[in-house]
């Protein structure tokens, strides 16, 4: 989809869009749909607070800036098809991610689309939910992308637009006139530089603090 107007709003989709990370959402949901007990036993490892691989994980990404825990919680999708995962994305924004929707920020979304802006979902989760979650919202979107080989996944993300979304979105942004960006996410710091008004989701259970600056507007939750 591609719309004509210069005014541009870009949002982050995980703990702006819905109260939730879209990634091990997804990947929990698709664990289960598949019955895949080796897939949701290291998504449990790698997530609960009390496995020694999330604390290894928790340190890695603290001294290092390296998601280890992300990186192996991908890979339980190795070997699956590009249409069992697109069919997937659909059905896990239908059935469950409906309920984890952002009232407010679904508002803002919608205002923007109401004066004919574009909206742009920019979002480092995985491509089969934000292309579900896009056309659901009748928006355009970038994602971190899932590699392939012979029509099945590799487990290996061949782009991750953590901490990049302004060169993926470059493209669709030669035309702005004005740009409002809707995010929750501090590795979006570089996206907030380039807009001319910038809304920081702080989500319910967040210290509140203004990390982006005075300059920006803060919509709690």
Request: charged share 25%.
């Amino acid at each position: 989809m591609v719309g004509k107007s210069k005014q541009i709003a870009i949002f982050d989709v995980c703990d702006t869009l819905f109260r939730t990370n879209t990634t091990l959402g997804f990947l929990r949901f698709f664990a289960d749909r598949m019955g895949d007990a080796a897939a949701s036993a290291v998504i449990r490892r790698w997530t609960s607070r009390r496995s020694p691989a999330f604390l290894a994980g928790a340190l890695a990404y603290r001294l290092f800036d390296q998601d280890i825990a992300r990186t192996r919680v991908i890979r339980t999708l190795h070997g699956y098809t590009r249409e069992q995962l697109q069919a997937a994305g659909d059905d896990y924004v239908r059935v469950e991610l409906a309920s984890q929707l952002v009232g407010p920020v679904h508002e803002r979304l919608c205002e923007h689309r109401r004066r004919g802006e574009r909206v742009i979902l920019a979002s480092s989760s995985l491509d089969v939910v934000i292309s579900a979650v896009a056309r659901e919202l009748k928006t355009e979107w970038v994602a971190s992308e899932l590699g392939y080989a012979d029509g099945r996944c590799t487990g290996k993300l061949v782009t991750d637009l953590t901490g990049r979304k302004p060169a993926a979105l470059a493209p669709l942004l030669q035309d702005a006139a004005s740009l409002h960006v809707y995010t929750d996410n501090r590795s979006d710091r570089a996206l907030l530089q380039m807009a001319d008004c910038c809304t920081i989701i702080l989500p319910a259970g967040s210290n509140g603090r203004r990390w982006a600056g005075e300059d920006c507007d803060y919509l709690a939750l």
